[in-house]
Nanobody, 126 residues
Framework: QVQLVESGGGLVQAGGSLRLSCAAS??????????MGWFRQAAGKDREFVAG????????YYADSVKGRFTISRDNAKNTVYLQMNTLKPDDPAVYYC?????????????????WGQGTQVAVSS
């Protein structure tokens, strides 16, 4: 069982930056035994993959729409995964979710993830 709590969302001007955090509390299996992903869901749209990171943080994956602007990282000692978002654009606003995947490498389909946080809202003003 894993409980995930996101934080760090808010309102930022276009071109600005935000850093999202996702704190995990795990029972049975350690945090480092999960690949982690960030997803987002804008109003009226499907939930989409944003970024993923492998168990030890060696491999990272990004959606094309955020590549070069967003960076995913994790600190297994702190049971936390981060999403650094730079150069935010008007099409980035959404509720951002972190999720835990019991596979070795993070997958891109939401249905492959086992645990989800409650989400944190990101808004971008032009």
């Amino acid at each position: 069982q894993v409980q995930l709590v996101e934080s760090g969302g808010g309102l930022v001007q276009a071109g600005g930056s935000l850093r999202l955090s996702c704190a995990a509390s795990a029972s049975g299996r350690t945090f480092s035994s999960y690949a982690m992903g960030w997803f987002r869901q804008a109003a009226g749209k499907d939930r989409e993959f944003v970024a993923g990171i492998s168990r030890r943080g060696v491999e990272t994956y990004y959606a094309d729409s955020v590549k070069g602007r967003f960076t995913i990282s994790r600190d297994n000692a702190k049971n936390t995964v981060y999403l650094q978002m730079n150069t935010l654009k008007p099409d980035d606003p959404a509720v951002y979710y972190c999720a835990a995947d019991s596979s070795i490498s993070p997958r891109r389909a939401p249905e492959d993830y086992d645990y989800w946080g409650q989400g944190t809202q990101v808004a971008v003003s032009s």
